[in-house]
């Protein structure tokens, strides 16, 4: 690369994305940006880089989405789903008994792992959620990841990182060697493109919003953004769900440890020191996806 042009591919993924790159990533570059220069025509690095400092829209769209991490896996430190199955889902069943909705942000989403593992547990307590509507909405800045979220189909290698084989019977098909989520589980999500640095009004609010493994990524301002952003997005009782090498600790004053929960944060308390102002947000119409065995 020329002089100047990782730093202003550094400064292009920090404003599309969020996401932060360092001299020390370097070699990522060549191996993630020349498929895109072949794809789109260009005979080199060098090309590409003059190409973008043109303004090319679309050409800045693919290699940011070709420079975000897409790594995931079903029941990912499966810890969290274990909190969720077993701690927060049974406390939101009772307190919005009378209520009987429930929404749920996979943020971060990729190729949707994470969101169909949140729904196979809500699956396996279906008489719990009998008449209840269950909405899960995954979000992602790859649309290429996303195509894939949305087809449900996954390859044989796809299905063994952390899949028990007892799920894989009893939510998939297999077809033509490739396995395929079944309708019923496909119906409780919503995969939408959606750049976490973009208004969230749109998203509606949660009860629960899973961000895990994606701030790690971004500097402390844009986490904090990120994350005064999330909490006003969540219900009254809402909790969003963090990686485990994540905090909020020194980043945002509105969000609060769970104890005894790793991993999960709330809204701090109104008028407690340093709270910052909630966001009052109206629950969108949702479509009604009553969870069924």
Known sequence: MKPGEFEHLAALLKKRSGLIITPDKAYLVESRLNPVAQKHGLA????????LARGDEKLAAAVTEAMTTNETSWFRDSKPFDLF???????????????????IWSAAASTGQEA?????????????LSGWRV????????????????????????????????????????VDGVWRIIAPLKSMITFRTFNLLDSLSALGSFDII???????????ETKAKA???MSGRLNPNGVIVLGGAETVLGISDRLEPVPERRGVYRPVAKGAAGAGQ????????????VVAA
């Open 278 to 289: 909630t966001i009052k947000v109206m629950q969108p119409a949702m479509p009604n996806r």
């Open 116 to 128: 169909y593992s949140l729904a196979m547990i809500l699956k396996e307590e279906a008489a719990r």
């Open 85 to 103: 199955r077993k701690e927060l889902l049974p406390e939101i069943l009772e307190r919005k008994a009378a209520i009987k909705q429930l929404r």
């Open 44 to 51: 080199d690095l060098n090309a590409l880089f003059t190409a």
């Open 135 to 174: 909405d899960i909405v995954g979000t992602d800045i790859s649309e290429a990841a996303l195509a894939q979220a949305r087809s449900g189909v996954y390859s044989h290698f796809e299905v063994q990182r952390g899949l028990p084989a007892q799920l894989l019977v009893k939510y998939f098909e297999k």
């Open 227 to 229: 994350l005064d952003a």
């Open 210 to 220: 899973f961000c895990r493994n994606v701030l790690i990524y971004f500097d402390v």
